[in-house]
């Protein structure tokens, strides 16, 4: 598969716009990058989207850690096999910002790690975190920019008085983050009441950082007993509305426009080896036993 490292900057329309009236001067038309052609394999609209999950980036690589050298190598194989950066916003709003020949990846961040997002005592990104890696990456590959969903809890990555920033430089970077309850609890053990007190909290937690709605990972993938409120509910007085809802496996999603695609359980792949990991899906993507969504 030919793949081009380099931005067109003669086109001047993504494939998505060009199959629609012009847009009204939104915000994401003003900022859409010039996307060029990513491969030459045809568009699958109904394909797997890929969904991958990953918690702590470590030195070593252990049962729920990656390791940062393997890590930047998701990077590297992903990039390679044409997939391309996208939200679970964009992906369940079906505004996935992709070019042609590009399948979408979502790359989910679970647990607000601190190895996720450290900042450096001169203020710079440490190189050796998830984001700090990503970024030396994107500098070679400006079409695999860093564009994540984090799941955080209250620790939010550590470094306190750091957090806002770090929330601000996410947003820049087209991140969002998302919500994973307040204390990591099984939803499935817990009374409702409980559970609204878990996914409700860390709602106003994201709202009070300037998150507007937010998708939830649940913890260990456990829905609550009510199932119902995964698709919202009221909690003191206010609204918790959720938009959708990760879960811990297995596998690639449907497509949001799917009719069996159901937003109150995505499923995801983990970021490690072993069965059901994503180096176990990717080679299942090359040898030909998984077709991933592909953009026309
Ligand atoms: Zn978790």
């Known amino acids: 598969m030919r793949v081009s490292s380099a931005l067109v900057v003669a086109a001047v329309l993504t494939a998505g716009c060009a199959r629609k009236a012009p847009p009204s001067a939104t915000t994401a038309a003003r900022t859409t990058p010039v996307l060029a052609r990513v491969s030459n394999r045809p568009g699958n609209l109904h394909g797997g989207v890929f969904v991958i999950e990953y918690h702590k980036i470590a030195a070593q690589e252990a049962r729920w850690d990656r390791s940062i050298a393997r890590f930047r190598g998701d990077l590297e194989r992903l990039y390679k096999m044409g997939f391309r950066p ?97 204390t990591h609890r099984r939803l499935d053990r817990l009374s409702d009441d409980e559970v609204k007190a878990e996914i409700g909290g860390g709602a106003q937690i994201l709202a ?3 998150t507007g709605i937010a998708p939830l990972a649940l913890p260990y993938g456990m829905s609550p007993r009510d199932k119902s409120l995964l698709r919202g509910f009221q909690w003191k007085g206010g609204k918790v509305e959720i938009p959708a809802v990760v879960l811990v496996g297995a596998g690639p999603s449907r497509p949001a426009g799917d009719p ?5 359980r995505i499923p995801r792949i983990q970021g490690i080896e072993g069965e059901n990991g994503i180096t176990d899906w990717l080679d299942q993507v090359e040898a030909g036993k998984v077709k991933p969504y592909v953009q026309p």
């Open 208 to 210: 009070r950082l300037g």
């Open 86 to 182: 996208i939200t679970i916003g964009q992906f369940i709003a079906g505004k996935m910002p992709l070019a042609a020949g590009a399948s979408p990846v979502a790359i989910t961040f679970d647990d607000a790690h601190p190895s996720q997002f450290q900042i450096l005592p001169d203020g710079s990104v440490d190189p050796e975190c998830a984001v700090g890696v990503w970024q030396a990456f994107a500098t070679h590959h400006p079409d695999f920019p860093v564009r994540a969903t984090f799941f955080v809890l209250p620790n939010l990555w550590g470094q306190r008085s750091l957090v806002s920033n770090k929330v601000a430089l996410l947003r820049s970077w087209g991140c969002e983050l998302g919500n994973h309850t307040m």
């Open 260 to 264: 069996a695609f159901d937003r109150t």
